[in-house]
Nanobody, 116 residues
Framework: QMQVVESGGGWVQPGGSLRLSCAAS????????IQWFRQVTGKEREPVVG????????HYKGFTGSRFTVSRDKANNTVFLQMNNLRPEDTAVYYC?????????WGKGTLVTVSS
């Protein structure tokens, strides 16, 4: 069964950093497009950043700066989202999603709260 599970969310003060993890199982993460999305309460889910099978980082509209970066740990079949200089408006549920030959697999999300 193909599955992704997010972890690492929590509370952080403005200006702080968090690293989220996306643990994949049932498929090889590095062979597929892995994307991070987020959903702010009351808004649509939006793509943040992704990493493709060529290890290219994909920044989506509104996230073209360097605050959000993605990386892989091939040995552990895990993808990370590094978030720096966090702002209150970054408060959201963050989701990992894999696109496996057209099949979309979603995690359940992890909540990130940025507040003082």
């Amino acid at each position: 069964q193909m599955q992704v599970v997010e972890s690492g969310g929590g509370w952080v003060q403005p200006g702080g950093s968090l690293r989220l993890s996306c643990a994949a199982s049932g498929f090889i993460a590095s062979d597929n497009l892995i994307q991070w999305f987020r959903q702010v309460t009351g808004k649509e889910r939006e793509p943040v950043v992704g990493i493709d099978s060529m290890n290219s980082m994909l920044h989506y509209k509104g996230f073209t700066g360097s605050r959000f970066t993605v990386s892989r740990d091939k040995a552990n079949n895990t993808v990370f989202l590094q978030m720096n200089n966090l702002r209150p408006e970054d408060t959201a549920v963050y989701y990992c999603s894999a696109n496996i030959r057209g099949i979309r697999v979603w995690g359940k999300g992890t909540l990130v709260t940025v507040s003082s």
